[in-house]
């Protein structure tokens, strides 16, 4: 069974950082790309950001200089190293990694975690 976990959320300042990590299991290939999405109250689903196995990231424009995805290699785990949160960053962060076949790709997600930034 394929699944994605998160970590690491929880309530936080204004200013201050939280790293969040998810592990993927269940695949004996790797997740491409492995990404980050948040969802705050009465909003849609966003990607905050995502890494492919080759390195190359993405980030969302509200994510860019604060945020650093961290993956190492094409292993199924990713870290989201938040810096200068803001009350605007309180959602709930979910997980996402995609597998590949010859034929099609599904899409995964994590339970999600809490983040919660009180001003």
């Known amino acids: 069974q394929v699944q994605l976990v998160e970590s690491g959320g929880g309530l936080v300042q204004a200013g201050e950082s939280l790293t969040l990590s998810c592990v993927g299991s269940g695949s004996d290939r790797p997740f491409n790309p492995m990404a980050w999405y948040r969802q705050a109250p009465g909003k849609q689903r966003e990607l905050v950001a995502s890494?492919?196995?080759?390195?190359?990231?993405n980030y969302a424009d509200s994510a860019k200089g604060r945020f650093t995805i961290e993956r190492d290699g094409a292993k199924n785990a990713v870290d989201l190293q938040m810096n200068s949160l803001k009350s605007d960053d309180t959602a709930v962060y979910f997980c996402?990694?995609?597998?590949?076949?010859?034929?099609?790709?599904?899409?995964?997600w994590g339970q999600g975690t809490q983040v919660t930034v009180s001003s």
């Open positions: 996402n990694g995609r597998l590949w076949s010859w034929s099609d790709t599904t899409e995964y």
């Open positions: 890494m492919r196995t080759d390195g190359t990231a």
